[in-house]
């Protein structure tokens, strides 16, 4: 796209502290795990995109970009039509942004240098214009992680097993019954190993998977109404009111912001 390679392995390696690469992916896409030598911040303008790594899972809205430290693997799915704008740092030139994965807001500025950057020259002038660019898309990525939509995996293979079951259902009663015997303990201790696994109650999980469901069903352009009897509430009104008190707004305002 813009005449630049689409694989990111051709950005690693190239003569310059900042590279940018634009692709457009379909929804559904799917890159698996992987990992580079380079810090990545990973951007769609549309959509929503579901990024995991060795420590969860994050959906990441247009509003808001994945940061990936430089040797991290990870993979993405996305959830819509991707307009993906993606850069990748020399370590060194981003020693302040956080060494662990982490959502960053991305501001209608930042959005802009973003863009712009995809369509320079991959060895660009750092003497002109082009590097002003990317000095100044250096400055405005500024290490300010805001509240994720986060889901801790655990290390247990039957904890494990039972949060890939969740996230294939996630409109299912999950009672701990049910849980436990999937996941192949009793319930009590289940209630006592979900919580240190992965630092939130079988419950606060099972809401989690809930809105990460439901903000990719979002992204694809899915109904209010529809989307919140696939998320196992009963009423429009009973989701947007989860989805408010969780997020601190509404759907709606979720993707505009």
């Given at each position: 796209?813009?005449?630049?390679?689409?694989?990111?392995?051709?950005?690693?390696?190239?003569?310059?502290?900042?590279?940018?690469?634009?692709?457009?992916?379909?929804?559904?896409?799917?890159?698996?795990?992987?990992?580079?030598?380079?810090?990545?911040?990973?951007?769609?303008?549309?959509?929503?995109?579901?990024?995991?790594?060795?420590?969860?899972?994050?959906?990441?809205?247009?509003?808001?970009?994945?940061?990936?430290?430089?040797?991290?693997?990870?993979?993405?799915?996305?959830?819509?039509?991707?307009?993906?704008?993606?850069?990748?740092?020399?370590?060194?030139?981003?020693?302040?942004?956080?060494?662990?994965?982490?959502?960053?807001?991305?501001?209608?500025?930042?959005?802009?240098?973003?863009?712009?950057?995809?369509?320079?020259?991959?060895?660009?002038?750092?003497?002109?214009?082009?590097?002003?660019?990317?000095?100044?898309?250096?400055?405005?990525?500024?290490?300010?992680?805001v509240p994720a939509l986060y889901l801790p995996m655990p290390d247990d293979p039957g904890l494990a097993s039972l949060c890939s079951e969740i996230l294939r259902s996630p409109a299912e009663s999950w009672t701990t019954g049910a849980a436990a015997v999937l996941s192949h303990m009793s319930p009590?201790?289940?209630?006592?190993?979900?919580?240190?696994?992965?630092?939130?109650?079988?419950?606060?999980?099972?809401?989690?998977?809930?809105?990460?469901?439901?903000?990719?069903?979002?992204?694809?352009?899915?109904?209010?109404?529809?989307?919140?009897?696939?998320?196992?509430?009963?009423?429009?009104?009973?989701?947007?009111?989860?989805?408010?008190?969780?997020?601190?707004?509404?759907?709606?305002?979720?993707?505009?912001?």
């Amino acid at each position: 796209m813009y005449g630049k390679s689409e694989h990111r392995d051709d950005y690693q390696d190239v003569p310059r502290p900042v590279a940018a690469m634009a692709r457009d992916l379909p929804d559904g896409h799917h890159i698996p795990a992987h990992r580079h030598r380079r810090a990545q911040l990973i951007y769609g303008t549309t959509g929503a995109i579901t990024v995991t790594t060795g420590h969860g899972v994050w959906v990441v809205p247009a509003t808001r970009g994945a940061w990936v430290p430089a040797g991290t693997s990870h993979g993405m799915t996305c959830a819509g039509a991707v307009a993906l704008r993606t850069v990748y740092f020399e370590p060194e030139s981003v020693a302040s942004l956080p060494a662990e994965p982490a959502v960053l807001s991305v501001s209608p500025l930042l959005r802009e240098l973003i863009d712009e950057a995809t369509r320079l020259p991959v060895e660009y002038d750092r003497a002109g214009r082009d590097g002003k660019i990317m000095e100044l898309l250096l400055l405005e990525l500024a290490p300010n992680p805001v509240p994720a939509l986060y889901l801790p995996m655990p290390d247990d293979p039957g904890l494990a097993s039972l949060c890939s079951e969740i996230l294939r259902s996630p409109a299912e009663s999950w009672t701990t019954g049910a849980a436990a015997v999937l996941s192949h303990m009793s319930p009590r201790s289940l209630q006592r190993k979900f919580p240190s696994a992965t630092g939130m109650s079988l419950a606060r999980w099972v809401q989690q998977a809930r809105l990460v469901h439901a903000v990719r069903l979002l992204a694809r352009g899915v109904p209010v109404t529809a989307v919140a009897a696939a998320s196992g509430y009963s009423t429009p009104s009973a989701f947007t009111a989860m989805f408010r008190r969780t997020l601190d707004t509404t759907p709606k305002i979720y993707f505009a912001d």
